[in-house]
């Protein structure tokens, strides 16, 4: 704004401060002209104020003694839902030790059939056809034809222990370990550490992280 307009709007001003009455309304309004507005009771308008302000109040209160009900609920709730929560784990707990249990002790029961069939496989390996087989051809192809089935079903075995994550214990040619091995009888071999194990004696084994079955194992034990 330049210096001009700033005059001009001071001269204006200081004319409207010339013009008005010191009892509160203008030179004009004296005249009593049929447009003069009525003059404001300030009296009853600060009274009317003073009631608005008095209602808002007690609004404000109210509102603020509401939220602090609905906080307490919320507060209640989320304690009730964590207690609840808590209470559903602990009573899982029981189900899936007893789950736990049960698949274990099926597991140990598969375990010991795939060592029965094992066994059997090994001895059909170690079968040697001899003179026999020539004069029983049907008998020695009966013969190999089960040891083929035993296979097929040792295979099988190995393939459904393999879904539940039961995995052998690589026992021969390591350190003996009494976490997941047990010795069961001694060999002395020279050519070979003391405490190195040579044979196992009944395959172990781990599901996951966990010891499942030891490993029974012979171990080195060089003379002195």
Do not use: H
Not at 44 to 62: I, K, T, Y
Not at 83 to 90: A, F, K, M, P, S
Not at 125 to 131: E, K, M, N, S, T
Not at 182 to 205: C, F, N
């Amino acid at each position: 704004m330049d210096a001009e307009a700033k005059q001009r709007l001071l001269d204006e001003f200081r004319a409207c401060l010339d013009d008005w009455d010191k009892s509160g309304g203008s030179a004009g309004d004296e005249a009593g002209g049929e447009g003069a507005e009525p003059p404001v009771d300030l009296a009853l308008l600060f009274a009317e104020l003073s009631v608005l302000r008095n209602e808002v109040r007690v609004e404000a209160r109210q509102f603020k003694t509401a939220l602090e009900d609905m906080r307490a609920l919320s507060e209640l709730l989320g304690e009730q839902n964590r207690r609840l929560t808590r209470d559903l784990e602990r009573a899982r707990e029981p189900e899936g030790n007893a789950q736990r249990q049960t698949e274990r002790r099926l597991l140990l029961d598969m375990l010991d059939v795939r060592d029965r069939i094992a066994a059997a496989m090994s001895a059909f390996r170690a079968y040697r056809p001899g003179l026999l087989s020539r004069l029983a051809p049907v008998e020695t192809k009966l013969a190999q034809g089960l040891g083929e089935g035993i296979e097929l079903t040792l295979r099988r075995l190995d393939d459904l222990l393999g879904e539940r994550r039961v995995r052998a214990i690589e026992a021969i040619g390591g350190r003996l370990d009494p976490n997941i091995m047990r010795a069961v009888g001694v060999e002395s071999v020279a050519q070979r550490p003391a405490g190195e194990v040579l044979a196992e004696a009944r395959r172990g084994y781990m599901r996951d992280d966990e010891l499942l079955r030891l490993a029974e194992v012979i171990v080195n034990k060089p003379e002195t």
